[in-house]
């Protein structure tokens, strides 16, 4: 379990918070989006998480433990982390990629290499034709199933996921989407997905929380988002585009 | 040069190219592996510690743009040595730049994203920087390492200047003696040798490129990657291998340490007449005593000589009055010759412990000179007689000549004369450029041979200006005492050679191409004294 209690986050020492007196949780097994544009303090509070970025107040705990007692580097390496700009190592294959995690945490050869590819296989990208390729020799698309794999390769309890699917076209997008969801269900990790898009929010999140300027303005299931909108700004942003699929 | 000439010349002279190579590679090779070593550390430590940066890329681009002699010069007064020791130093300071720059750089570039990755998932800090921060900035890196070792083969070859051999050994001693097909025997090898390195390297950095990773066993590719590693290792070996097994002829260290104090290493500056007296002084040492002699030849120029000399580097060379007594001494100029060398006979022993014997003879003092046809055309006899036209007149001097106190500052205000424009030349290239009207005035040595032959005038120094510059042998009086042969036998040369007598002999090598030892031993014969 994740949890958040009061917190806060300054870069400018205080003359202005990324994120204001927050608090929630992510309970176990579920995934929680984060919604927002840009500038709402969604990607600093996922940071926050694994201690990329350190709160200026409040707690957060990781299995009920804070974050700041945990030593960093082993905190990390219980979390797999999706990056936005996918963040895959330019000089190493997609092997090297997939397996770095569990050779940080010195497991066997071959351990890794089993799980290397039982990993490409369920991202599809079967090992035996990719698992020597460069991340450039690779589509976006596959880009991110490998960051994926990585992120899961030492079987972490939680998983992070920037706007994973930002970059991607439209089309390669839905596809990934739609693949994240049977993942989702095989592997029953703890997610938390940052995203700006409402769509992919609704589709993703067994409960979505909505960031607006460093404030949380609601957090709900999908349904109790729709039906009882908590502020004007959460209203206003279904009002714009209702997604068809949910009515 | 026939094509079966120059066949003949290079396959004679084929054994000393050979090792003069290999030292060649051994300098450079060593020294840009010393500067990787520092340069790659200080790089990753300038990154890491932002302040200190600019200080220190500070430090090291001054070294940069230290002159090479200035640099030799400088680390033969610190180091008391002259030979490969110094040289290296100074080789590895000049390619500290490139390589900590690249470093630096290197670091810096590598994209953000990556690195929050990399500390994402969790790596210790040493982890970003060894698994992903240096292998992405390793092409940059070694990007720098290709520089500073191409840059390396030609400053290497200013070794020569400090005893350090190399291909510059053929250059100098081109440059020295006027001989252009000695100069390309060092230049052109150097030069493909640049493009060796450069290839090598680039292999080698073909190589590290991360796809060539996953080439099969076995396989071409695989095969070739191995061999584009090994390829710089490779050269920096023979290199190594080459110095540390070059014959006996060439150096004599390991004979030093079996004989102990039974050599003499005579130095010499780098033109034709140190090299022919340098030669002489060895002949006769080899032929009238039994001790054996490593000739340390073509050192660059009066102050490395001098050095090497009072730190025991060199056992004696022929060092001119007026130069000892201006340049080393910093003396006021003594025009009479016989307290001239009193003074410095005195003031070395006091100084020193240094012994001057009997000069040879002649006097190369500096002989303002012109073109013949220029002189009879303006009447021009004196150096007084140039006042008026001085100011239309280009001077090509030496570098020395331009800065010493009985060079042209004395010279300026003696006459007040101010030439138009002064340039500064190696000296053998001074007279080339006033044969072919580049310049018009240069100071040449009143014993060169040139002087005749390019049809020069020497004109009369009305004023007595320069001092007198007598030859004489310079010796450690601590060998002296230990074999005191050798001043008997140095003393057979006393008076022997005139000026007429040393502008033959150096029209013999520099204008006749012929060789140094060849016309020293024909000469000793003709004397009588071998």
Same mark, same amino acid.
């Not at chain 2, 040069?1 to 450079?28: C, K, N, Q």
């Given at each position: 379990?994740?949890?958040?209690?009061? @917190?806060?986050?300054? $870069?400018?020492?205080?003359?202005?918070?990324?994120?204001?007196?927050?608090?929630?949780?992510?309970?176990?097994?579920?995934? %929680?989006?984060?919604?927002?544009? *840009?500038?709402?303090?969604?990607?600093?509070? %996922?940071?926050?998480?694994?201690?990329?970025?350190?709160?200026?107040?409040?707690?957060?705990?990781? /299995?009920?433990?804070?974050?700041?007692?945990? /030593?960093?580097?082993?905190?990390?390496?219980?979390?797999?982390?999706?990056?936005?700009?996918?963040?895959?190592?330019?000089?190493?294959?997609?092997?090297?990629? @997939?397996?770095?995690?569990?050779?940080?945490?010195?497991?066997?050869?071959?351990?890794?290499?089993?799980?290397?590819?039982?990993?490409?296989?369920?991202?599809?990208?079967?090992?035996?034709?990719?698992?020597?390729?460069?991340?450039?020799?690779?589509?976006?698309?596959?880009?991110?199933?490998?960051?994926?794999?990585? #992120?899961?390769?030492?079987?972490?309890?939680?998983?992070?996921?920037?706007?994973?699917?930002?970059?991607?076209?439209?089309?390669?997008?839905?596809?990934?989407?739609?693949?994240?969801?049977?993942?989702?269900?095989?592997?029953?990790?703890?997610?938390?997905?940052?995203?700006?898009?409402?769509?992919?929010?609704?589709?993703?999140?067994?409960?979505?929380?909505?960031?607006?300027?460093?404030?949380?303005?609601?957090?709900? &299931?999908?349904?109790?988002?729709?039906?009882?909108?908590?502020?004007?700004? @959460?209203?206003?942003?279904?009002?714009?585009?209702?997604? *068809?699929?949910? &009515? | 040069?026939?094509?079966?000439?120059?066949?003949?010349?290079?396959?004679?002279?084929?054994?000393?190219?050979?090792?003069? &190579?290999?030292?060649?590679?051994?300098?450079?090779?060593?020294?840009?592996?010393?500067?990787?070593?520092?340069?790659?550390?200080?790089?990753?430590?300038?990154?890491?510690?932002?302040?200190?940066?600019?200080?220190?890329?500070? @430090?090291?681009?001054?070294?940069?743009?230290?002159?090479?002699?200035?640099?030799?010069?400088?680390?033969? #007064?610190?180091?008391?040595?002259?030979?490969?020791?110094?040289?290296?130093?100074?080789?590895?300071?000049?390619?500290?730049?490139?390589?900590?720059?690249?470093?630096?750089?290197?670091?810096?570039?590598?994209?953000? +994203?990556?690195?929050?990755?990399?500390?994402?998932?969790?790596?210790?800090?040493?982890?970003?920087?060894?698994?992903?921060?240096?292998?992405?900035?390793?092409?940059?890196?070694?990007?720098?390492?290709?520089?500073?070792?191409?840059?390396?083969?030609?400053?290497?070859?200013?070794?020569? $200047?400090?005893? #350090?051999?190399?291909?510059?050994?053929?250059?100098?001693?081109?440059?020295?003696?006027? /001989?252009?097909?000695?100069?390309?025997?060092?230049?052109?090898?150097?030069?493909?040798?640049?493009?060796?390195?450069?290839?090598?390297?680039?292999? $080698?950095?073909?190589? %590290?490129?991360?796809?060539?990773?996953?080439?099969?066993?076995?396989?071409?590719?695989?095969?070739?990657?191995?061999?584009?590693?090994?390829?710089?290792?490779?050269?920096?070996?023979?290199?190594?291998?080459?110095?540390?097994?070059?014959?006996?002829?060439?150096?004599?260290?390991?004979?030093?340490?079996?004989?102990?104090?039974?050599?003499?290493?005579?130095?010499?500056?780098?033109?034709?007449?140190? %090299?022919?007296?340098?030669?002489?002084?060895?002949?006769?040492?080899?032929?009238?005593?039994?001790?054996?002699?490593?000739?340390?030849?073509?050192?660059?120029?009066?102050?490395?000589?001098?050095?090497?000399?009072?730190?025991?580097?060199?056992?004696?060379?022929?060092?001119?009055?007026?130069?000892?007594?201006?340049?080393?001494?910093?003396? #006021?100029?003594? *025009?009479?010759?016989?307290?001239?060398?009193?003074?410095?006979?005195?003031?070395?022993?006091?100084?020193?412990?240094?012994?001057?014997?009997?000069?040879?003879?002649?006097?190369?003092?500096?002989?303002?000179?012109?073109?013949?046809?220029?002189?009879?055309?303006?009447?021009?006899?004196?150096?007084?007689?140039?006042?008026?036209?001085?100011?239309?007149?280009?001077?090509?001097?030496?570098?020395?000549?331009?800065?010493?106190?009985?060079?042209?500052?004395?010279?300026?205000?003696?006459?007040?004369?101010?030439?138009?424009?002064?340039?500064? $030349?190696?000296?053998?290239?001074?007279?080339?450029?006033?044969?072919?009207? +580049?310049?018009?005035?240069?100071?040449?040595?009143?014993?060169?041979?040139?002087?005749?032959?390019?049809?020069?005038?020497?004109?009369?120094?009305?004023?007595?200006?320069?001092?007198?510059?007598?030859?004489?042998?310079?010796?450690?009086?601590?060998?002296?005492? &230990?074999?005191?042969?050798?001043?008997?036998?140095?003393?057979?040369?006393?008076?022997?050679?005139?000026?007429?007598?040393?502008?033959?002999?150096?029209?013999?090598?520099?204008?006749?191409?012929?060789?140094?030892?060849?016309?020293?031993?024909?000469?000793?014969?003709?004397?009588?004294?071998?």
């Amino acid at each position: 379990m994740i949890k958040l209690t009061r @917190v806060f986050k300054t $870069f400018d020492g205080g003359r202005s918070y990324a994120v204001k007196d927050l608090s929630l949780s992510v309970d176990w097994g579920e995934t %929680l989006v984060l919604l927002g544009s *840009s500038g709402c303090g969604k990607t600093t509070t %996922l940071k926050m998480i694994n201690r990329l970025i350190e709160p200026t107040k409040g707690t957060i705990e990781v /299995n009920g433990r804070d974050v700041m007692d945990h /030593n960093p580097v082993d905190l990390r390496r219980q979390i797999g982390y999706v990056f936005q700009e996918i963040g895959l190592f330019p000089h190493m294959t997609i092997e090297q990629n @997939v397996e770095i995690v569990p050779r940080l945490l010195g497991w066997s050869i071959r351990s890794r290499r089993e799980r290397m590819q039982e990993l490409l296989d369920l991202v599809g990208l079967p090992a035996e034709r990719f698992a020597e390729r460069f991340p450039d020799e690779l589509s976006g698309g596959q880009q991110q199933r490998v960051g994926v794999a990585r #992120a899961l390769a030492a079987n972490p309890t939680y998983l992070l996921m920037d706007e994973p699917f930002g970059a991607l076209d439209a089309l390669t997008r839905e596809a990934l989407q739609q693949e994240l969801l049977t993942l989702k269900n095989q592997i029953k990790k703890t997610i938390v997905f940052v995203t700006h898009d409402l769509h992919e929010a609704l589709l993703i999140g067994d409960r979505i929380a909505i960031l607006h300027e460093g404030n949380l303005e609601q957090i709900g &299931t999908k349904k109790d988002i729709l039906d009882t909108p908590a502020t004007k700004f @959460v209203k206003d942003l279904f009002a714009i585009k209702r997604p *068809s699929i949910f &009515t | 040069m026939s094509f079966d000439a120059l066949v003949a010349y290079i396959l004679e002279r084929l054994p000393e190219l050979w090792l003069r &190579t290999g030292e060649h590679l051994m300098l450079t090779g060593c020294s840009t592996l010393s500067a990787m070593f520092i340069g790659i550390p200080v790089g990753i430590l300038l990154y890491r510690t932002t302040w200190l940066r600019g200080p220190m890329m500070g @430090v090291i681009g001054i070294l940069q743009t230290i002159p090479s002699l200035a640099m030799l010069v400088f680390l033969l #007064a610190l180091l008391k040595k002259i030979g490969v020791m110094p040289a290296l130093i100074a080789l590895t300071l000049y390619a500290l730049l490139p390589i900590a720059r690249n470093t630096l750089t290197g670091l810096e570039e590598v994209s953000a +994203e990556v690195m929050e990755a990399a500390e994402g998932i969790g790596m210790q800090e040493y982890q970003q920087l060894m698994m992903v921060r240096i292998p992405l900035a390793a092409p940059v890196i070694v990007a720098g390492i290709r520089t500073a070792a191409v840059v390396g083969v030609g400053i290497a070859t200013l070794s020569a $200047f400090i005893g #350090a051999g190399g291909l510059g050994q053929f250059i100098n001693r081109g440059l020295a003696l006027a /001989n252009t097909n000695l100069i390309l025997l060092g230049a052109i090898p150097a030069a493909l040798l640049a493009l060796i390195v450069d290839f090598s390297i680039g292999a $080698f950095e073909w190589g %590290l490129r991360p796809e060539r990773k996953r080439d099969k066993k076995g396989s071409v590719q695989s095969l070739m990657r191995q061999l584009a590693f090994m390829l710089p290792v490779a050269l920096v070996l023979i290199g190594i291998v080459t110095y540390f097994t070059k014959p006996g002829w060439i150096s004599e260290s390991a004979t030093q340490l079996e004989t102990g104090h039974r050599i003499v290493r005579i130095g010499t500056k780098n033109f034709t007449e140190q %090299l022919i007296l340098g030669e002489m002084m060895a002949q006769l040492i080899e032929t009238k005593t039994d001790l054996i002699v490593e000739r340390r030849f073509n050192l660059g120029g009066t102050m490395i000589c001098h050095g090497a000399l009072v730190n025991g580097e060199i056992d004696l060379y022929a060092e001119y009055t007026g130069t000892g007594l201006t340049a080393i001494l910093k003396h #006021a100029v003594i *025009s009479d010759p016989e307290e001239a060398l009193h003074y410095v006979t005195k003031t070395y022993h006091e100084r020193f412990d240094l012994q001057w014997l009997k000069p040879f003879g002649f006097n190369n003092t500096y002989a303002i000179s012109v073109r013949a046809a220029d002189a009879a055309q303006n009447g021009w006899n004196t150096i007084s007689d140039l006042k008026e036209s001085a100011k239309n007149l280009l001077a090509g001097f030496t570098a020395e000549f331009a800065e010493r106190p009985d060079g042209y500052p004395g010279l300026r205000q003696a006459y007040t004369l101010q030439f138009g424009d002064v340039r500064d $030349f190696d000296p053998s290239l001074m007279y080339e450029a006033i044969r072919n009207n +580049e310049v018009d005035v240069i100071c040449a040595f009143a014993t060169d041979g040139r002087i005749a032959a390019y049809n020069l005038k020497p004109l009369k120094d009305d004023r007595n200006f320069f001092p007198p510059y007598h030859a004489a042998p310079v010796i450690r009086e601590e060998i002296l005492k &230990t074999h005191p042969e050798l001043g008997d036998v140095l003393s057979l040369f006393g008076g022997l050679i005139d000026n007429a007598r040393m502008q033959r002999l150096n029209f013999e090598v520099d204008g006749k191409k012929r060789r140094t030892a060849e016309v020293v031993k024909e000469f000793l014969k003709a004397k009588g004294i071998l």
